[in-house]
């Protein structure tokens, strides 16, 4: 693969109607990029619509089916979520986030074309359901991931960026029109490593999210004196779950009250967006019964957390379980 792949946008990722500001369709493909123990990803990255004197980044990590469009539009059953693509859902979360860079990671395996197997951050069978351990080096995988992806994006010169781009933004095109190869204003300094961060798992991605949560108590009380991870953790300031499934039959949620006392301790936000599609799901129970445990523990020993249950009236279906990405910003804000 090469290093970048310009983006197929144009289109707004939940409505398909043309998007009229061209640095809202922003998004670059970074393939290949190194983490921890020449484990490898593809990311999917926008840069940031706004300034902000605080730099954030969200890594988002996302469910079964969801991947290049190219590879979804020539499955016969995954071309009917097409819209759900990495780069779309990068764009959708782009417009959520305009302060932060978004950082969209592929699984680094997707079994039968369909089953996200997120490896590289905890180990998976072939249909992506996590086996959790104490320890796999999610957290550094993940903060070398952010240090790779920021030294491709610094190292890529104007010409370069605006070939890996879908549409130029001015800034950039007038660096282009005067022949320049100047950065532009979010590639200087650049180190994501080091910016806060919102981790956002959906879905099946929200295994990766769990594994952290092991790692967490492992750093934090099994291993104190190893403070390597302690500034990437400090970091972390809102987790996102999504409508988290997998099709292992237990540990869909955390429900370890160690665990939980250990994340809760981090101050971290937590954020539980749920629909019908998974605690409603009579063929796994065990879904509501996890997740109602980890939410009302969690509250009992003091974390912050936020949960909505969307579409609550409405049939269960993988078209509203995709949805839960289109709404759970706006619900946050109530």
């Known amino acids: 693969m090469g290093n970048t792949i310009p983006s197929s946008q144009g289109r707004h990722p939940i409505t398909g109607e043309m998007l009229g500001n061209p640095a809202a369709i922003c998004s670059i493909r970074l393939c290949s990029i190194s983490g921890f123990d020449r484990r490898i990803n593809d990311v999917v990255y926008c840069f940031p619509l706004i300034r902000s004197d605080e730099v954030s980044t969200v890594v988002f990590f996302g469910g079964d089916v969801q991947d290049f469009p190219e590879n979804m539009e020539t499955h016969r059953d995954n071309k009917n979520y097409v819209k759900w693509n990495l780069e779309n859902t990068a764009t959708l979360l782009h417009t959520y986030f305009p302060e932060s860079h978004i950082v969209v990671v592929r699984p680094s395996r997707m079994e039968m074309k369909t089953f996200s197997c997120y490896d590289n951050f905890v180990p998976c069978n072939n249909s992506g359901a996590p086996n959790h351990t104490p320890m796999h080096h999610a957290l550094q995988h993940l903060e070398q991931l952010l240090r790779g992806v920021s030294q491709r994006l610094q190292a890529m010169p104007a010409s370069e960026l605006a070939r890996s781009m879908s ?22 300094d650049l180190c994501l490593e080091k910016s806060k961060l919102i981790l956002i798992g959906f879905s099946k991605g929200c ?3 769990n594994q952290f949560i092991y790692e967490f108590h492992y750093l934090k009380t099994l291993t104190p004196d190893d403070e390597s991870m302690a500034n990437l953790v400090d970091q972390i300031q809102d987790m996102y779950w999504l409508d988290g499934g997998h099709a292992g039959g237990k540990n869909t949620w955390i429900t370890s009250r160690s665990l939980l006392e250990t994340l809760t301790r981090l101050n971290i936000g937590i954020h539980i967006h749920v629909t019908p599609y998974q605690i409603n799901d009579d063929r796994r129970p065990w879904i509501r019964k996890e997740e109602k445990a980890f939410g009302d523990l969690l509250r009992r020993l003091g974390a912050p957390v936020h949960r909505v249950v969307h579409f609550e009236n409405q049939v269960s279906s993988l078209c509203t379980h995709f949805e839960v990405l289109s709404v759970f910003h706006q619900a946050e804000a109530k």
């Open 167 to 188: 549409s130029i933004p001015e800034e950039l095109q007038a660096s282009q029109d005067a022949g320049e190869e100047t950065q532009m204003w979010w590639q200087k």
């Open 207 to 209: 295994v990766v999210l």
